[in-house]
């Protein structure tokens, strides 16, 4: 157990539907990033907050938004969805909102959502 | 781009060594090595930056060649518990914050 929790585990959902994902950091962790995993993909970066600010963005869609709160939880915001959509949804978190240095990552559970 | 691995897949007795490669067509910062076993969270393996120093865990050692923009993974002695997908993530320069993760080799461990 990674500390980091994502809710919900599943979601099955409709193209045109909007869903929110959310993400609660581990204790003490003030970055937060999203990552969204396919099979034809791979492991894509979505966007870091740090402390409530973007700190970086990736391949991340217009239709998509995320936010961090001031508990440092966060919500990834899917919406107009399609088909291709469907996907593993990870955040991670950690200590430092740097790459630059020895700031390893700490995965959630993922969010699997399928579009139908 | 995504930055390549190789091989793709591979299959070993356990005790048997294994290296995974990772290469990027970009200069490199750093190197983070992660492995996910099937329908499971990606786990931390190690670090590397540029200037040598590393930090990681677990019986895993890795090496990373700034010059040929490469990090190859060293796995010894292999266990069973060894067995996920492997995947290089890089970061191109200082400041960037954006880890691009590799295409991923799945390592089978069997008895």
């Known amino acids: 157990d990674s500390g980091v929790t994502q809710t919900p585990k599943h979601l099955i959902t409709a193209t045109g539907q909007r869903v929110t994902l959310r993400c609660s950091p581990r204790?003490?962790?003030?970055?937060v990033y999203w990552y969204q995993q396919s099979l034809d993909q791979g492991l894509q970066f979505l966007i870091q907050?740090?402390?409530?600010?973007?700190?970086a963005k990736g391949n991340i869609l217009e239709r998509f938004s995320a936010q961090q709160f001031p508990d440092l939880h966060s919500e990834l915001n899917l919406s107009s969805l399609e088909l291709g959509d469907s996907a593993l949804y990870f955040c991670?978190?950690?200590?430092?909102?740097?790459?630059?240095?020895?700031?390893?990552?700490?995965f959630g559970p993922g969010t699997r959502l399928t579009v139908l | 781009q995504q930055p390549v691995q190789s091989p793709q897949a591979v299959i070993l007795r356990e005790g048997e060594d294994a290296v995974i490669n990772c290469s990027s067509s970009?200069?490199?910062?750093?190197v983070h090595w992660y492995r996910q076993k099937h329908g499971e969270a990606p786990v931390f393996l190690m670090i590397?930056?540029?200037?040598?120093e590393q930090k990681g865990h677990e019986k895993i050692s890795a090496s990373f060649n700034e010059k040929k923009q490469q990090s190859s993974l060293y796995l010894t002695a292999s266990q069973l518990s060894y067995s996920g997908t492997y995947f290089c993530?890089?970061?191109?320069?200082?400041?960037?914050?954006?880890?691009?993760f590799g295409t991923g080799t799945r390592l089978t461990i069997i008895p």
């Open positions: 991670a978190s950690s200590v430092a909102g740097t790459l630059s240095s020895y700031n390893e990552q700490f």
């Open positions: 204790s003490g962790d003030l970055s």
């Open positions: 907050y740090y402390n409530g600010e973007e700190r």
């Open positions: 970009k200069a490199l910062y750093s």
């Open positions: 590397l930056l540029k200037g040598g």
């Open positions: 993530g890089t970061v191109s320069n200082f400041g960037n914050e954006k880890l691009t």
